[in-house]
């Protein structure tokens, strides 16, 4: 599985940003999933869709804020980000896995496949 993230950029504190986490290559994951990963900090989870049913996770810290959804096509996911925050500021990749259970959604390392990663900067 190949997956493409884009969609970062600088906005201010309070507006909205949309990422896409574009998948090819063998799509069969269980869970598609976001994290993210400031200067200094270790990567944190951020949100996670199943790729069949569509059920949705998601870390408490962006719990009503982010949404996390799937393409028609179910090549893409997205992460709508709403009310962004300074406290954002990170650069946000995707990840899947085909094996990975619901327990160790929020563990970096249970994932085998990366994007490359999409900086998102919020100014205060």
């Known amino acids: 599985v190949q997956l493409q993230a884009s969609g970062g950029g600088l906005v201010q504190a309070g507006d909205s940003l949309r990422l896409s986490c574009a998948a090819s290559g063998r799509t069969s994951s269980r869970y598609v999933s976001w994290f993210r990963q400031a200067p200094g900090k270790e990567r944190e989870f951020v949100a996670a869709i199943k790729w069949n049913g569509g059920n949705t996770n998601y870390a408490d810290s962006v719990k009503g804020r982010f949404t996390i959804s799937r393409g028609t096509a179910k090549t893409t996911v997205y992460l709508q980000m709403n009310s962004l925050k300074p406290e954002d500021t990170a650069v946000y990749f995707c990840?899947?896995?085909?094996?990975?259970?619901?327990?160790?959604?929020?563990?970096?390392?249970?994932?085998?496949?990366w994007g490359q990663g999409t900086l998102v900067t919020v100014s205060s």
């Open positions: 990840a899947a896995d085909s094996h990975i259970i619901l327990s160790s959604l929020s563990n970096p390392h249970a994932y085998d496949y």
